[in-house]
């Protein structure tokens, strides 16, 4: 168990300095001038420029650059935001809160909806509700997040004259002001999930339903409820839970557009602005945060295995 621990740690820390080397050389080919963005127009002295990279450690070899940002950042320190001349770590942390709850709410509302049509899409199978949950998932894959968003503050506007609060207050500060202000979005954000996790919980309870232990708790006598609950979908999860993973970093990216579109201000909103003022600090600073998260869950997901089936060992 230990072992195993260590290889996937080290496995993750290596994929986060693929990430931050990726990310180094991304904002640093990205059309438009730093110069030009710090002072905000043409700058009139070549000078200006010269002093401006100076300051930012633009004048030095990028392989220099990389160890010293990589060395900043391994302490929290994430430099300053190039406009703003705030602490991008600052900005980060005060924009989590919203952009995690939304994440949150849009997970919960994808589980809770897509674990029972999953299930019990399973248990008709090939019967008519079957046939509607199927034809029913398929049509929400198909249907983009950011365009449902788009529907959810048109129709609602142009029908009954109702827009969601615009901003973002603090749960604790009003818990109903702040669930109006982010259901929502968190519904366009789940929808698209939902409807994957359901399909995957559908397959993967088929699966253990001809398992030899179903039989069993079958023949024992047991009722359909129970070798439903208490024998089917606890194995049947793994599956679930892997795509989970992998389909939380598509969260984080519908974030960066509902946000947006909802006006919202959090992360996705950031990194949209951050990317229009070509501010490469605050775009290293977000993406290595998300990928951090994305990492983090990953490993969690992997945790969770021996959980859901004791059977499995890690060696």
Not at 80 to 88: E, G, P, Q, T
Not at 104 to 113: G, K, N, P, W, Y
Not at 232 to 239: E, G, Q, S, V, W
Request: charged fraction near 20%; include cysteine; proline fraction near 5%.
């Amino acid at each position: 168990m230990a072992r195993y621990l260590l290889k996937r740690l080290l496995f993750s820390v290596l994929v986060l300095i693929a990430v931050s080397i990726f990310v180094f050389a991304a904002v640093r080919i990205i059309p438009g001038d730093v110069c030009s963005a710090v002072l905000g127009s043409q700058p009139d002295d070549p000078k200006q420029c010269e002093a401006i990279d100076k300051e930012l450690g633009l004048d030095e070899p990028a392989p220099v650059q990389y160890l010293r940002y990589m060395g900043s950042a391994l302490t929290g320190d994430f430099g300053k935001a190039l406009m703003s001349k705030r602490d991008v770590y600052g900005e980060i942390r005060d924009r989590v809160p919203l952009t995690v709850e939304l994440t949150v709410l849009a997970t919960t509302f994808a589980l809770l909806i897509a674990v029972p049509i999953g299930v019990w899409s399973a248990v008709r199978q090939d019967k008519a509700p079957d046939y509607v949950l199927r034809f029913v998932t398929i049509a929400w894959l198909s249907i983009p997040g950011f365009w449902i968003g788009t529907i959810l503050v048109v129709y609602p506007a142009k029908w009954w004259a109702y827009s969601t609060p615009s901003g973002y207050t603090e749960i604790w500060d009003d818990p109903l002001k702040n669930l109006e202000q982010l259901y929502l979005p968190a519904f366009a954000l789940g929808l698209a999930l939902s409807a994957s996790l359901a399909r995957v919980t559908r397959s993967s309870m088929l699966e253990v339903f001809r398992q030899d232990f179903v039989r069993t708790a079958r023949a024992k006598g047991l009722n359909e409820r129970s070798v439903i609950v208490r024998h089917a979908l606890k194995n049947a999860m793994i599956p679930v839970v892997t795509l989970f993973g992998l389909q939380f970093g598509v969260l984080f990216g519908g974030t960066v557009v509902l946000e947006s579109i909802f006006s919202l201000p959090g992360l996705g909103t950031l990194t949209i602005e951050s990317v229009l003022r070509h501010d490469f600090k605050e775009v290293q600073g977000i993406v290595l945060f998300f990928a951090t998260v994305l990492i983090a869950i990953n490993f969690l997901v992997d945790l969770s295995y021996a959980w859901f089936d004791p059977r499995i060992r890690y060696t």
